[in-house]
Nanobody, 124 residues
Framework: QLRLVESGGGSVQPGGSLRLSCVVS????????IGWFRQVPGKGREGVSC??????RTNYADSVKGRFTISRDKKTVYLQMNSLNTEDTAVYYC???????????????????WGEGTLVTVSS
């Protein structure tokens, strides 16, 4: 069964760090561009970051550039989040795209598979 399973969410104070993980199974990781969206209640789901099928290209939303880093190994895609602020509070969803994420913004309509989400809360 094809799955994307996120973990690593939690509560952190402003300026802190978290590392999200997305374990993929049921398909070859190199067949999909994979990354992260996030959503706040009452707002649309926003593309945060993605890594290309080959792993050679990455993209980031302007709001997280310089603070977040995406990477992967054979089974897992990671999102290292540093210098977190309250605006980063959201449910973060792992996502897989059979096409690519070379262009930005990366939209929800591009996504073929979703994880269930992991909550990140940044507060004092």
């Amino acid at each position: 069964q094809l799955r994307l399973v996120e973990s690593g969410g939690g509560s952190v104070q402003p300026g802190g760090s978290l590392r999200l993980s997305c374990v993929v199974s049921g398909f070859t990781i190199g067949s999909y561009a994979i990354g992260w969206f996030r959503q706040v209640p009452g707002k649309g789901r926003e593309g945060v970051s993605c890594i290309s099928k080959s792993g050679s290209r990455t993209n980031y939303a302007d709001s997280v550039k310089g603070r977040f880093t995406i990477s992967r190994d054979k089974k897992t895609v990671y999102l290292q989040m540093n210098s977190l602020n309250t605006e980063d509070t959201a449910v973060y969803y792992c996502a897989a795209d059979s096409q690519a994420c070379h262009s930005w913004p990366w939209t929800t309509y591009d996504i073929d598979y979703w994880g269930e989400g992991t909550l990140v809360t940044v507060s004092s």
